[in-house]
Structure formats: C-alpha cells, structure tokens
C-alpha cells in the first residue's frame, strides 16, 4: 500500500493530538493499564430506543442439524411486566429397535414418559406446583417440515398421561432398573420429568400393534404420529417457570414396562423393559411459544406507533421482545466538531433499570447486538464480525453484576456510520445465551432470561455511548 506525504503528515499530526489531548480517559472492558485509549471522550451522544416484537423463529431444523436447539423449553411463567409465557412440546417417538417384538402374550405394566432437564431453569421450584398433560398428535410430526415457534401443534383430546407436582430440575435419582435373567437392580438417573402414563393408551397404540407397524420408525410413526406436551395451567399454581430439555443425548424415551411368556418355559413369565427414545438427532422435536401480555407495560410499548421514548424497555427470549435502537443526531455531533474525527474507541454500555434484578426474574446473563443486511437477513456488527479487520474477540455483551449493566465495543460500527459507509436504519439488542460457544444474534429459544434496561432520558439507569476520539483537521 502506497502513502503519500500528506497522508504520513495527517497520521503524525493524529498521534500527536491522540498523546497531548488534555480531556483524556481511561475506557474499556477491564482493561490493562498498558492497554489503556487516550483521547476525547463524549457519552452524550443520543440513543433511542423502542421495544418490539422479536420474529418467529424455528425450534428444529432438520435432524442432525447443526443449528438444531442444544435444548428445548417448556412451561408456564407469570412475569408482573412481562405477562405470561408458555412452551408446549411435540415430540416424535422412535422404536427400540427395528422389527421390535413384545413377545408371547404381553401385557403392560406401566409406562412412563422420561423428559431429562438440560441446564437452565427460569423461575420458581420451592413453591410452584405444575400440572402437566400428554395427548397423542394428530399428525404424523416426523414427516413434517415447519417448526416454527408459533406453529400450535394438534392433538387428540384423550389424555395419554399426567403429572401434578413440584419440579426438580438439579436432583438426580434412582429408578429400579430392570435386568434380563437378573435380579432387578437400582439405578441412577440424570434428573428428569418423570410422566406416567396410562396402560391403556400404550396397549391400544404401541403393545397391540403388529409387526407391520413395528417394523422400523417409518412404519411407527406413520401409526403412532408423536406426542404433544403441554402445562394445564387451570391446575397449576404459582409464578412457574420455564424448564429446559436435553432430547440430544439420548436419554428421554417411553419406558414401557411390561410381562411376557417366557421363551423357554411357557408356565414362567419375564419381565421386560422397552425404551422408545426420544431424539432429535433420529426425528424431530419441536416447541410452541406463546406470550400474553395483556395489561403489561410491555404491551403499552408494542402498542404505541410513535416515536415515543419510555424511561425503561424490555428484552425477552422465546421469540418475544426486543429493542430497537438507532443514533439520529451522530452525524450532527461530528459536523459540530467542525472537524472530522478517527474513533479510537466506542463502548455501548447498557444499565439495567432499577429494581428488576430480583429472583426469579433474574436479567439476561447476555446480549446480543445485531443489524440487517441489504437482504434483510440479520447480520454481526463489524466489531463482532471475525471476517472484518476490526474484529473484537473480546465484544462485549455480557452481563456485569458488579456494574449491573452491559458493554459493547461498537467502534468499527460507529466509524462506518460517520464515515457514510453504513446507514443508521436501526440495530437491535436481544438476550442471548450465557455461554460464547451458544452465541447467536437469532430469536433463542434456549434461554428464558428477560431484562428491563434504562432508555436514554432514564435519570439513573440509562443506554448510553461512549465515544472516545481524536480530530483530524
């Protein structure tokens, strides 16, 4: 690359204003001293704000999808701002093995269907009691191709099974497992939503089936379609919660017990166990969500077609709310400069509003900021996009306990837009994830966390730039 000599002056006259400029700071996320930006510094920048609906988003992609959900949520949540909020399931069921037999006169014992929890629980354990129903789907889920989040998956209206309860999402426990030819034996489980279900309905859908219909899981899922699992939420009580489900490592199944004519010796009977696993990575798996929020603040703001700003705005998960956000008088504050100016450093930072931290309702552990792209698909900012040359690993995002807010580097988006590289058409916060490795700047629908953030014109907490820079005349 060619410079000219007056390029070389313009940067010798940039570090020299950048090393004697007397308004200098320190700024940063928890930076070095030795790494420590000098420069002007204005955080008075305006950001506007608006909260609005998240889109849809699907819950299952294809199976063995790499973007398939790392887990699944279900539910039943009473949020005093945020309204309600409900995940249902519908799962497809597979065969134990292909041309799976029962035996010689085989009757059911019982059967239960095992939902193992994943890592995340939003909302209450202690005191929450929640009613859950299985039916049977009346469409066949596997040959299905839209899962989207909103999509009400039917059912037929015979309850195949209940449970009514308190949740234990981290205590892991025994079950009696059953061995072939062996005394039967304790075993320890992951901890799981344990759902009986009833004798008949798996006599009548699975156990009399023949052996056209258990030939292998095209076969059984064309007779047996999957199943819906939703909250009754006529017989649950409390505030509830948001729970999570692993249905990758292969540990949810139905596990139908049951007795049979022993091979050998007609007068004896065995007793048998059949697990008809549950896995995304065999057939899908889906969620349908659903947010009421009828007399929220959150509804006034989705409500409100002006340009109105609040004092506070809300994000929410599970395809809910977001923030829409943009900096209309950025360009003016440059032109006030009366000069153009190099950004050494620019930081989003985002408080949490007063007050809205307090269990359950803990805040977003993370962050995501994100544009759209001249497609009008959803696209990394520059700092956050390891293909640009100002990529940050460190972006920021990330929830500060201590400071109760988040902070992002947004310097390469911000020279763009006072460069005329980039148009302001809005930028969108949303939770994201807790884990880098989960990190997306699509609707997750693996996390549960909400947040109410302070809007610009909020006295004490508030969304804020700071801009660090240095004029060149």
């Not at 599970?318 to 900096?327: C, P, W």
């Not at 920021?396 to 988040?406: A, C, L, M, P, V």
């Not at 837009?417 to 609707?443: C, H, Q, R, T």
């Amino acid at each position: 690359m060619k410079f000219s000599k007056l390029d070389l002056l313009t940067l010798l006259i940039s570090l020299f204003l950048f090393a004697s400029c007397n308004e200098s700071n320190t700024l940063g996320l928890d930076l070095d001293p030795d790494d420590a930006i000098q420069g002007a510094l204005v955080d008075s920048v305006t950001v506007k704000t608006k909260t609005v609906a998240d889109e849809v988003t699907s819950t299952f992609f294809s199976v063995g999808a790499a973007g398939n959900p790392v887990r699944i949520p279900f539910g039943y949540f009473k949020d005093p701002l945020f309204g309600t909020s409900e995940a249902s399931l519908a799962l497809s069921v597979n065969l134990p093995s292909s041309a799976y037999s029962f035996g010689t006169n085989a009757m059911v014992d019982s059967a239960v269907l095992v939902l193992p929890y994943s890592t995340q629980f939003y909302g209450d354990t202690t005191t929450s009691v929640y009613s859950v129903n299985v039916q049977q789907l009346t469409k066949n889920l596997s040959t299905e191709t839209s899962f989207l989040s909103n999509r009400e998956w039917e059912a037929q209206t015979e309850i195949a099974g209940t449970f009514t309860g308190r949740i234990k999402p981290n205590t892991p426990f025994k079950i009696t497992a059953i061995v072939a030819a062996k005394p039967d034996t304790l075993k320890a489980v992951p901890a799981s939503l344990r759902i009986k279900l009833s004798n008949a309905f798996i006599k009548t859908n699975i156990l009399d089936k023949g052996t056209t219909v258990l030939l292998n899981d095209v076969t059984f899922n064309s007779s047996f379609k999957g199943l819906k699992v939703s909250i009754n939420k006529a017989n649950s009580t409390g505030t509830g919660g948001v729970m999570f489900f692993d249905f990758n490592k292969g540990n949810a199944s139905i596990e139908v017990y049951y007795t049979k004519q022993n091979a050998t010796t007609t007068t004896a009977i065995d007793t048998a166990v059949a697990l008809f696993p549950i896995n995304q990575k065999i057939n899908p798996v889906a969620a349908t969500i659903k947010h009421n929020y009828t007399g929220t603040p959150v509804a006034t703001q989705l409500a409100d077609a002006t340009n109105k700003q609040y004092e506070a705005t809300y994000l929410q998960p599970l395809a809910g709310v977001r923030n829409k956000i943009s900096f209309p008088y950025l360009k003016q504050f440059v032109k006030n400069l009366g000069a153009k100016i190099i950004i050494n450093k620019a930081e989003l930072v985002v408080d949490l509003s007063t007050g809205n931290e307090v269990a359950p309702f803990v805040p977003a552990q993370s962050l995501a900021l994100y544009q759209y792209d001249i497609a009008g698909q959803r696209a990394l900012i520059p700092d956050q996009n390891s293909s640009d040359f100002r990529y940050i690993a460190n972006f920021g995002g990330g929830y500060n306990i201590g400071t109760k807010n988040y902070t992002f580097i947004v310097t390469g988006l911000l020279q763009d837009l006072i460069d005329g590289k980039s148009i302001d058409n809005g930028f969108y916060l949303a939770p994201a994830p807790n884990l880098l490795a989960e990190y997306g700047i699509m609707s997750p629908i693996t996390t549960a966390n909400r947040s109410v953030i302070g809007a610009f014109n909020n006295a004490t907490n508030k969304i804020k730039l700071n801009i660090y820079y240095t004029k060149i005349n």
